[in-house]
């Protein structure tokens, strides 16, 4: 048997008798005094099993309800959400710099590892076989996320200098910071902006200044925070009031049908074996990206504004190879 099987039937024999003796558990599990010895160690260290010696009954018991934290025996394998989930946790810990919080990753380090290592798999030999490739990833400085986060948590206000991609212009804005986004490799502050009195999201890869100001954040309705932020698609905020339609080509149906656009999106199927999609969107900057990529394999439907822009962008691209 492997060695998550070993640790089941290790806590089986322990629950079916009051102390089981060390000759009976090599015995039933088929394995050397040094192997038992390394496997109670595990379940001692890593998951937290109340395992104990009785010296009187010469054999081994579970401790009292009580004794020591609860425990867990692992799983046979994580399912993909989990083992993502973990490895990326590994992976963000791992990255930390030396500093104040290096007591304190170092146990959840050891907890992530113990929770990896199951069986007789190592977590080195689960990194070699299990990779996770983030491309596009904005680098945000240090420097202006420490005092965003600080006052997010603090609830103080923000001057910000804010430097927009498209205009080439920085200003500087008074935020009320509401809370942290991450999407697609880029951290934005999601926050009210005092200068508009209006939601806005920013890219705090694009912030020049920070400062924190003393005067007390302005809270925004959660529900409020959704309806305006995150209604639309992708990124960019403002409430979704526009639908837009996507023919997809049997070939290419295959990958779109099992992928989520938006969490309010429909999808259908014509007689012809094409994909029918429908999202919601506000700003169609991102979701005009989203459909180029896909090239000849969709054609835009509905409606015509969405459909007129994303034909002008072909005829920009196409206009960059002529010879």
Same mark, same amino acid.
């Given at each position: 048997?492997? /060695? ?25 599990? +088929? ?22 010696? @009785? ?10 309800? +009580? ?87 603090? /609830? ?48 705090? @890869? ?77 700003? @169609? ?39």
């Amino acid at each position: 048997m492997d /060695r998550t099987e070993r640790f089941y039937r290790i806590e089986q024999m322990l629950r079916e008798r009051r102390t089981v003796p060390l000759g009976e558990f090599l015995d039933v599990l +088929g394995v050397s005094r040094a192997t038992f010895v390394r496997d109670l160690e595990y379940l001692r260290e890593r998951l937290n099993a109340p395992i104990e010696w @009785d010296r009187e009954r010469r054999g081994y018991r579970l401790g009292e309800p +009580g004794e020591r934290t609860g425990h867990e025996l692992p799983g046979l394998w994580f399912n993909a959400s989990e083992i993502h989930a973990l490895l990326t946790m590994r992976r963000l810990l791992a990255e930390i710099q030396p500093g104040l919080l290096e007591p304190h990753v170092r146990p959840l380090l050891d907890r992530l590892n113990g929770l990896l290592e199951q069986g007789d798999r190592s977590v080195g030999e689960i990194e070699k076989r299990v990779r996770i490739i983030q491309t596009a990833q904005r680098a945000v400085e240090l420097r202006h996320f420490e005092p965003v986060a600080t006052a997010l948590f603090e /609830r103080r206000r923000l001057n910000i200098g804010h430097f927009n991609r498209e205009t080439g212009a920085t200003l500087s804005r008074v935020v009320s910071p509401q809370r942290l986004t991450h999407h697609r490799g880029a951290w934005y502050l999601d926050g009210w902006c005092h200068l508009r009195d209006a939601l806005r999201r920013f890219a705090i @890869d694009a912030l020049t200044t920070v400062e924190a100001l003393p005067e007390p954040a302005v809270d925004i309705d959660p529900a409020r925070l959704d309806a305006h932020l995150d209604s639309g698609y992708g990124i960019f905020s403002g409430p979704a009031g526009q639908y837009a339609r996507l023919r997809f080509t049997p070939q290419r149906a295959q990958w779109v049908s099992r992928e989520t656009w938006h969490p309010r999106q429909h999808g259908e199927w014509d007689e012809a074996g094409r994909y029918l999609l429908t999202v919601p969107y506000a700003d @169609d900057r991102e979701l005009v990206m989203d459909i180029l990529k896909h090239g000849a394999e969709v054609e835009v439907l509905e409606p015509p504004p969405l459909r007129q822009k994303v034909q002008e962008a072909i005829a920009d691209m196409a206009s960059l190879y002529r010879d």
